[in-house]
């Protein structure tokens, strides 16, 4: 019966998915109320199949996650970005590497790439009845080109900078638009979504099995809606850095029981090839996105150095064939982005540039997100460090309270590894501040999301306190037989034989 529900459960997630993808854009105006409605259904229904599929045991409830996250996912391909036009970014980068060109060395916007340009991605501009020419199209902005200044429509964002996407990203791109026509708009990036969240979930299971942990919580990344919409429909290559960043974190840790987790079994040459290992993996995650890095440090706790040095190693070297083209114009648009997005400025901090004026709450944004990184380090359980993880990276978003709720994507697995659900108030958070863009109930959103996190942790921290002040009667028996001459004063009588 439990199994019954949980399937018609992911059926009917499945079916609002595909529904508000195929009907539903947020590009149209006024459909963002509906994409928040329609979302606020699905986490409601993903809710519930989860707290039934934790009534499942065996293999039937990992059938069931597997299932409901290929489900999800298809689901989320029956329409275009419905968010976000980064994929179309992405196209674009990989169309223009596949043609031997570094995306680092044009703007999108320069008329020497004139030639490489596809009409979904550069629509032709429309005479309108004043004869000026204008765009058309939900997705498409207007420009101008360079240098000639002619009208230039486009579904690219940020047409007139160079692209900002480190080289693993960029190598991504490339690879996926290379075994398509140059016609193929948004789904061969969106199936590279579904494959690399299908990934994540396999790996999640299977690392947690490993481990002794419970494969069922996987369907937090696998079921979640935040996923399927981010990694999936919007196609966010930030998908890519969350299932290098997991396998970073498996390959720092060792199969087994957290518990009975110990570095004599592996030895040290075991050991370091373990911290190897996660350094490279966590430098193709940094050079997949650079926002995974913030689950680092918990991955370092064992062997900082050599953790650190692969890692290190590995990023630069992904960045080795551009920087010989392009040198240090490989930073791209970065720099143009934190002022943008108000970083540089101290406006972006929800939680701290009400209090605190321009460059103090840069200042202080900064101190604090070292801070949780360095306790991150510092307190993390090598057997265990995805409870550090949740806790940095979290804390890290609400710092920085992005405006793209896409950044949250690499706390979700986390989450499922602590089993700290609390967090998940940070990916619904974002997504509304963003569906509430430049109103002052953003602020409230993120806030109300920290006093959540801080409460729950809170209640945690009571009830562990709690739980060891209870005397362990097993511990105490342990004591007592090992300890015989203290159970109770030697006898001076003889010992007297017993008969029955």
């Excluded at 200044?149 to 991504?172: D, H, K, M, S, W």
Aim: hydrophobic fraction near 55%; aromatic fraction near 8%.
């Amino acid at each position: 019966m439990k199994i019954a529900i949980v399937s018609v459960l992911l059926a009917a997630l499945a079916a609002v998915t595909a529904l508000s993808t195929a009907t539903l854009g947020g590009f149209a105006p006024g459909a963002k109320l509906a994409l928040g409605v329609t979302a606020g259904a699905a986490w409601l229904i993903a809710a519930a199949a989860f707290l039934v599929l934790l009534r499942i045991r065996g293999r039937a409830a990992l059938v069931l996650v597997l299932a409901g996250s290929a489900a999800l996912g298809c689901a989320a391909l029956a329409g275009p970005p419905n968010l976000s036009t980064d994929s179309a970014r992405y196209a674009w980068d990989g169309i223009v590497q596949d043609a031997g060109l570094s995306p680092y060395a044009h703007v999108p916007a320069a008329d020497s790439l004139d030639r490489y340009r596809v009409a979904w991605l550069f629509p032709e501009p429309v005479r309108g009845t004043d004869g000026a020419l204008h765009c058309e199209g939900l997705r498409i902005q207007q420009t101008t080109s360079v240098p000639d200044g002619g009208v230039l429509c486009t579904a690219l964002n940020r047409p007139q900078v160079p692209t900002i996407y480190p080289p693993a990203a960029e190598a991504y791109f490339a690879a996926v638009r290379s075994v398509v026509p140059v016609g193929a708009e948004y789904a061969p990036l969106q199936v590279g979504g579904l494959l690399l969240s299908l990934g994540t979930t396999v790996l999640l299971m299977w690392g947690m099995r490993a481990r002794g942990l419970d494969a069922r919580w996987a369907a937090l990344w696998g079921w979640s809606p935040f996923v399927a919409s981010e990694a999936v429909t919007n196609s966010h290559v930030d998908a890519l850095g969350v299932l290098f960043i997991v396998a970073a974190t498996f390959a720092a840790t060792s199969a087994g029981s957290p518990a009975a987790w110990s570095v004599r079994r592996l030895g040290p040459d075991g050991s370091r090839r373990r911290a190897a290992l996660a350094g490279v993996l966590i430098g193709l995650a940094a050079a997949a996105k650079f926002v995974p890095a913030i689950a680092a440090p918990a991955l370092a706790r064992r062997r900082p150095i050599t953790t650190t040095l692969a890692a290190a190693a590995t990023f630069t070297v992904s960045y080795i064939p551009y920087v010989a083209v392009m040198g240090w114009a490989v930073i791209g648009y970065l720099p143009g982005y934190l002022d943008e997005e108000g970083y540089d400025s101290g406006s972006r901090f929800a939680l701290l540039s009400p209090f605190l004026p321009g460059l103090w709450a840069t200042g202080a944004a900064a101190l604090l997100i070292l801070a949780a990184l360095f306790l991150a380090w510092r307190m993390s359980d090598p057997r265990a460090p995805w409870h550090a993880q949740t806790v940095s990276v979290g804390a890290v978003l609400l710092i920085t309270s992005p405006s793209y709720p896409w950044y949250a994507l690499v706390l979700i697995p986390f989450i499922a590894l602590s089993k700290r659900w609390e967090w998940l108030v940070v990916p619904i958070a974002l997504t509304l501040r963003t569906l509430v863009a430049g109103h002052p109930a953003g602020t409230l959103v993120v806030a109300a999301a920290a006093a959540v996190v801080a409460t729950a942790t809170v209640v945690r921290w009571r009830r562990a306190r709690a739980e060891r002040r209870i005397p362990n009667p097993a511990r105490t028996t342990r004591t007592e037989i090992s300890n015989p001459a203290e159970r109770a004063p030697a006898s001076t009588a003889p010992a007297r034989e017993e008969t029955s």
